[in-house]
């Protein structure tokens, strides 16, 4: 069988896909990728083949913010705004790209990430059964309903029925949540979802850990990341790091692909800064992790037992944050409460409290029980028979 996958081009959007595309690939498939021009290269050294189809984030993030009354937000106002780019300004982009596409590949079956809004309507559009894959908690029903109403128009110009939320759960919603970290809108979607667990995976061709990991002091190690959107964010890791560069402790900064390490200035021996480290090659060598709260470094922290100091700037982030707080594994700062100080206050609490450190191993063991990629492969396989059927 042939499976395309099509995703918004972004790390913490693809990479979440990959060990199903991997697992499809081992067991005999043909697996595909349609996702930006630019971004098709992180495809690629990811192992994949990549066809080109819609926009790139900034195209996307320009027109969004051209929109009437887009712009300014409030900072965990992200879900209005994230509607109207996913499915009103992405999506319409991308649906050509990915019809012709479809058309020409002719796949069995099409895997679209869930803020993907081009994937159910190319999908239906051609006659082909689609399943959607999730980031990570379910994002707010609010918003699904929100982005339906958004992308309805597009549904009508493709002569196609949406079904409710967009068709984001029509046939299959691959849930790579954990239980104790999921939201109660997970129950209002029925049979379609089902749980698959989530698999670190972030580590292209050529990429490793850097030699100097091995000579890392038999000390605390705390990893501080803001992905790769959110790392310009003003000031947040300066402070993180003015903050816990003068502890005891082996300090791994990732600054993005897009900033330079040299952006802050000269650290003791202790503070490693780098653009990008595979973080699933990093994290079983760490204590704890000060992230932004994207769904990708929480579920991969999660996934290796380790707390959490969060500080979240926006979109899901603030409500991943919190559930992280109600199961116990984290610690949420909000932005006005960020400083060097509150930060190197709360690594301390999440290194000398067993609490947090026992809540997130909980959350290791929940994960480590969920049905692997290999049990997704069977769910799509059978969605892509019965679609044929």
């Not at 803020?115 to 309507?121: E, I, L, N």
């Not at 109600?326 to 000398?352: F, H, K, M, N």
Request: charged content about 20%.
């Amino acid at each position: 069988m042939r499976f395309l996958f099509t995703c918004v081009p972004g790390h913490g959007h693809l990479h979440p896909m990959v060990p199903l595309a991997r697992a499809l690939e081992a067991a005999g498939h043909d697996v595909a990728f349609a996702t930006a021009n630019r971004f098709c290269q992180r495809v690629a050294r990811v192992g994949f083949t990549a066809f080109p189809a819609g926009l790139g984030r900034g195209e996307v993030m320009a027109a969004a913010l051209r929109a009437p009354g887009a712009a300014p937000l409030e900072p965990d106002d992200g879900w209005r705004f994230g509607a109207h780019m996913f499915a009103a300004v992405a999506a319409p982009a991308k649906v050509p790209d990915l019809v012709a596409l479809i058309r020409r590949w002719r796949p069995d079956l099409v895997v679209h990430d869930v803020t993907d809004f081009a994937g159910p309507v190319a999908a239906a559009s051609t006659h082909t059964p689609w399943a959607a894959h999730s980031l990570g908690p379910i994002f707010p029903l609010e918003l699904s309903r929100s982005a339906g109403r958004l992308v309805a128009p597009l549904w009508a110009e493709w002569n196609v029925e949406p079904g409710p939320l967009g068709g984001m759960f029509r046939h299959l919603y691959l849930d790579i949540c954990p239980p104790s970290l999921q939201h109660a809108d997970i129950d209002q979607i029925g049979e379609v979802g089902r749980p698959l667990r989530p698999v670190p995976f972030d580590a292209g061709a050529g990429e490793a850990l850097p030699t100097w990991v091995d000579g890392l002091p038999p000390r605390p190690t705390i990893y501080v990341t803001l992905g790769t959107v959110d790392n310009h964010a003003p000031g947040v890791i300066e402070a993180v790091v003015e903050g816990l560069r003068d502890d005891d402790l082996n300090l791994v900064v990732t600054v993005g692909p897009d900033r330079h390490p040299a952006e802050l200035g000269c650290q003791p021996a202790n503070v490693h800064v780098e653009r990008y480290i595979p973080q699933s090659l990093l994290l079983p060598r760490c204590d704890a992790v000060v992230t932004h709260g994207g769904s990708g470094t929480v579920l991969a922290a999660l996934a290796h037992g380790l707390p959490l100091l969060v500080l979240p700037q926006g979109a899901n982030q603030y409500r991943n944050a919190d559930r992280c707080v109600a199961v116990g594994a984290a610690i949420r700062l909000l932005p006005a409460e960020v400083a060097p100080e509150s930060v190197r206050r709360e690594v301390a609490a999440l290194l000398d409290g067993p609490a947090w450190r026992d809540a997130a191993r909980r959350l290791a063991r929940e994960i480590a029980l969920m049905p692997g990629p290999e049990q997704g492969v069977v769910l799509v396989e059978d969605l892509a028979r019965r679609g044929a059927a």
